[in-house]
């Protein structure tokens, strides 16, 4: 929701981005009609998952490559090249080993043309606003990663962009120095010392992104595209105890984990989801994982676990995490409402039962829920040995996905139809069937190439 009072520093206007698939055969688009504004005076934290283009729209916007169709517009002109109103700080430090801190933090000045007195004088300022004065004379080597984390901070401060853009700048930090160095961020910016107007973070941490920011914008994935945002109408610093935090965390854990549907800001109903065969992605998750998951929530009241405490429990990531939740969902083992995950009966049982039981409780989840495995197992019953190259089912998926991705898709199918014992893999032959078929003929004499 943007403010009349306040001036509009970047603007997305339609922004869509495509790059090629190999060999010619179309193209895989990343961004799909993107319309973002980042105002004066406010956090704003772009929040997706794996897929969902939040570090392609930072460097679009900050003019490190080029939209495929649409327009950024910085200060109110159209952007062409890179963008100076902004600087960037990173997920890796990328420090230039041979120079000292101040050397670092003074190369963006010294790029500018800005004289060599002046630009001492800006970076003995910001070296001192990130608490890194007395390691002037230092190399990066002889830094902590949260100390070189620093330097990135006062590299970019040093310059007084108009948005300071974040890509992802804690990930790469233990917890307690990511923590530390997130709340003096935090702090520069409610004591209104923050050398910039305003702040784009780039992040996959849900408590994150309601801890700074002022709104979050939740993109969907595959493509990217802006499903919607959510004001965080609470009072600076936000208090990790209040009642309305917990609530914001939740909401946005269930958006997340229910991408069909509609970010309101009001807590969704539950819908079911649209699937089709080779274009709905599966999960990637082993077996192993989403079997943990249940034994460890089964355990729990009524076999529900709150979603953010869960993620803090095991420390992982929200990337990490959701994608064994989605498993268990997208195979009726587990329900995902308002932050919560709960088991279904059917996880209930696979959680306690025997490996020969949940071995037969997979295999029926998984014809009747993920309609991908009743197209593989339809097409190997037509085939009159029983039998299929991976390459007809890898085709089937780079209609739909680039090659990386196709890839990881075959192998999760494959690692999920083992385990359900629907079919078997020749890894030599490259080729799927049923497993009737094994059993009846060694591997290398059952199939005519």
């Known amino acids: 929701m943007l403010s009349r009072d306040r001036e509009t520093l970047i603007t997305v206007e339609q922004v869509s981005k ?21 105002q004066s005076g406010e956090v704003v934290a772009l929040l997706g998952r794996s897929g969902s283009g939040k570090s392609t ?21 159209p952007l062409r090249g890179a963008n100076d109103d902004v600087a960037m700080v990173f997920q890796s430090f990328a420090l230039l080993p ?14 500018r043309g800005i004289s060599r007195i002046d630009r001492q004088q800006r970076a003995l300022k910001a070296i001192d606003l990130v608490g890194l004065d007395g390691f002037e004379s230092a190399y990066p080597k002889e830094l902590s990663g949260g100390m070189k984390q620093r330097v990135g901070f006062a590299r970019a401060f040093v310059l007084e962009p108009q948005v300071l853009f974040m890509d992802e700048p804690f ?6 120095t990511s923590e530390n160095l997130r709340g003096e961020i935090d702090d520069l910016w409610n004591a209104k010392t923050f050398p910039s107007k305003s702040i784009l973070i780039v992040t996959h941490n849900i408590e994150e992104a309601v801890f700074l920011a002022d709104r979050v914008i939740i993109l969907g994935s595959k493509p990217g595209r802006v499903r919607g945002e959510v004001v965080i109408d609470l009072p600076r610093p936000h208090d990790r105890a209040h009642p309305r935090f917990k609530a914001f965390v939740d909401y946005i854990y269930t958006v997340m984990t229910n991408p069909e549907i509609e970010v309101t800001g009001i807590a969704p109903a539950k819908i ?3 699937q089709s065969p080779y274009a709905m992605p599966l999960p990637h998750v082993r077996v192993g994982g989403i079997s943990g998951l249940l034994e460890l929530i089964v355990d729990q009241p009524q076999s529900r676990e709150d979603l953010p405490r869960l993620a803090e429990r095991l420390q992982l990531e929200v990337d990490d995490l959701l994608p064994i939740v989605d498993a268990a969902a997208l195979l009726g083992f587990a329900e995902v409402a308002q932050g919560d995950v709960t088991l279904t009966p059917a996880g209930q049982d696979f959680a306690t039962t025997t490996i020969l039981r949940s071995k037969d409780l997979f295999r029926q989840q998984a014809l009747q829920r993920i309609p991908v495995f009743t197209s593989m197992m339809q097409t190997l019953r037509e085939k009159p040995n029983g039998a299929m190259r991976a390459d007809f089912f890898l085709n089937l998926w780079n209609e739909h996905f680039p090659s990386g991705e196709v890839d990881r898709q075959f192998a999760t199918a494959v690692d999920w139809g083992r385990y359900a014992e629907l079919f078997e893999y020749d890894a030599n032959e490259e080729r799927l069937y049923l497993p009737e078929i094994a059993i009846l003929n060694p591997p290398a004499e059952k199939i005519d190439r």
């Open 18 to 38: 495509s790059f090629p698939l190999p060999d010619g055969k179309g193209e895989f688009t990343v961004l799909s009609d993107i319309n973002v504004a980042v």
């Open 57 to 77: 729209l930072l460097r679009i916007m900050a003019g490190l490559i080029p939209p495929s169709s649409g327009q950024v517009f910085s200060s109110g002109k």
């Open 272 to 274: 079911d989801r649209v």
């Open 98 to 111: 041979w120079l000292t801190v101040q050397e670092n933090v003074e190369l963006g000045l010294e790029a």
């Open 171 to 176: 990930s790469a930090l233990d917890v307690l």
